[in-house]
């Protein structure tokens, strides 16, 4: 399969928010930001099926073609798995399923939505206690040698789950949770079982709860952050995603953000050399209490 570290951009565009889950864009509007994304080196939009109810997939695709921006010059990554209780579906209740038929059908309709022959990368969105490896790489082989996908990920995987199916499979992402506020990834061992097997690790809610939430917690990091505003010249959210990109296993933050001013501001971040001590002045500010 192909390499994943070289073909997507250091930074990565969600299109979580973009239609009715969030922003709810016009087909124009979202022609122009993949337009702004693409002049701000930004080439990888990152997809899921169930986005806005199995219907951001289908507009985007429509901005797509219309904005005559070549295939080639995009990277599209979408995940599949979730079967959500919406009007698009008769689902009683959400649930996993990985099944081999379930996993083509999908990625068939993504392609249909997104008006394209094939994915950049498949990820399987969320780990089910019912996946069967063997199944699931019947399915991906399926999909690779079809010309559908090129290549294969996870999100929301632990190590253990990474291991289960790279035991069949190569694994090639996992597109994770991971932010100042929500550092697990570095102490329960999937940013070092990706590091040890070369899987690129992604970044979904790189800011965290940083600007969400008001807690002693938010409170400590922002009252970090004042401080390395001044000393960078860099806005608070740059500071954010360059504490993410100076992590050893190469993380890339998906960003949410719809705003052209934030997605400018954010291709910046990986110019950012913060230095050791600043970025353990964020973490200690997160967990409240000095490294050990």
């Given at each position: 399969?192909?390499?994943?570290?070289?073909?997507?951009?250091?930074?990565?565009?969600?299109?979580?928010?973009?239609?009715?889950?969030?922003?709810?864009?016009?087909?124009?509007?979202?022609?122009?930001?993949i337009?702004?994304?693409?002049?701000?080196?930004?080439?990888?939009?990152d997809?899921?099926?169930?986005?806005?109810?199995?219907?951001?997939?289908e507009?985007?695709?429509?901005a797509?073609?219309?904005?005559?921006?070549?295939?080639?010059?995009?990277?599209?990554?979408?995940?599949?798995?979730?079967?959500?209780?919406?009007?698009?579906?008769?689902?009683?209740?959400?649930?996993?399923?990985?099944?081999?038929?379930?996993?083509?059908t999908?990625?068939?309709?993504?392609?249909?939505?997104?008006?394209?022959?094939?994915?950049?990368?498949?990820?399987?969105?969320r780990?089910?206690?019912?996946?069967?490896?063997?199944?699931?790489?019947?399915?991906?082989?399926?999909?690779?040698?079809?010309?559908?996908?090129?290549?294969?990920?996870?999100?929301?995987?632990?190590?253990?789950?990474?291991?289960?199916?790279?035991?069949?499979?190569?694994v090639?992402a996992?597109?994770?949770?991971?932010?100042?506020?929500?550092?697990?990834?570095?102490?329960?061992?999937?940013?070092?079982?990706?590091?040890?097997?070369?899987?690129?690790?992604?970044?979904?809610?790189?800011?965290?709860?940083?600007?969400?939430?008001?807690?002693?917690?938010?409170?400590?990091?922002?009252?970090?952050?004042?401080d390395?505003?001044?000393?960078?010249?860099?806005?608070?959210?740059?500071?954010?995603?360059?504490?993410?990109?100076?992590?050893?296993?190469?993380?890339?933050?998906?960003?949410?953000?719809?705003?052209?001013?934030?997605?400018?501001?954010?291709?910046?971040?990986?110019?950012?050399?913060?230095?050791?001590?600043?970025?353990?002045?964020?973490?200690?500010?997160?967990?409240?209490h000095?490294?050990?």
């Amino acid at each position: 399969m192909k390499d994943v570290h070289t073909e997507f951009s250091r930074i990565i565009a969600g299109t979580m928010n973009w239609g009715s889950w969030g922003k709810k864009l016009s087909e124009k509007e979202m022609g122009l930001r993949i337009r702004h994304c693409l002049d701000h080196g930004i080439n990888t939009f990152d997809h899921a099926d169930i986005y806005g109810g199995y219907t951001t997939e289908e507009e985007f695709g429509k901005a797509f073609v219309k904005s005559g921006i070549a295939r080639e010059d995009i990277r599209l990554i979408s995940k599949c798995g979730i079967q959500y209780v919406c009007e698009k579906r008769k689902n009683k209740v959400k649930h996993y399923d990985h099944t081999a038929g379930y996993i083509i059908t999908s990625v068939e309709e993504s392609l249909r939505n997104l008006r394209t022959d094939h994915l950049d990368l498949l990820l399987l969105h969320r780990p089910s206690p019912l996946m069967e490896p063997a199944e699931i790489a019947q399915a991906v082989e399926k999909l690779r040698f079809g010309g559908k996908i090129r290549s294969f990920g996870v999100s929301n995987f632990s190590a253990s789950q990474m291991e289960l199916i790279g035991s069949v499979l190569e694994v090639g992402a996992n597109q994770i949770e991971f932010s100042v506020t929500q550092p697990g990834a570095m102490y329960d061992g999937v940013l070092d079982y990706m590091m040890r097997k070369d899987i690129q690790p992604m970044a979904w809610s790189p800011l965290g709860k940083t600007f969400r939430e008001k807690t002693a917690q938010t409170g400590r990091i922002q009252q970090v952050l004042m401080d390395l505003v001044v000393k960078y010249h860099v806005s608070a959210d740059q500071l954010l995603l360059a504490w993410i990109l100076k992590h050893p296993a190469g993380i890339r933050p998906v960003i949410g953000t719809t705003s052209p001013d934030r997605i400018t501001n954010a291709v910046k971040a990986p110019d950012i050399d913060m230095e050791q001590e600043d970025w353990f002045a964020l973490l200690v500010a997160a967990q409240g209490h000095k490294v050990p």
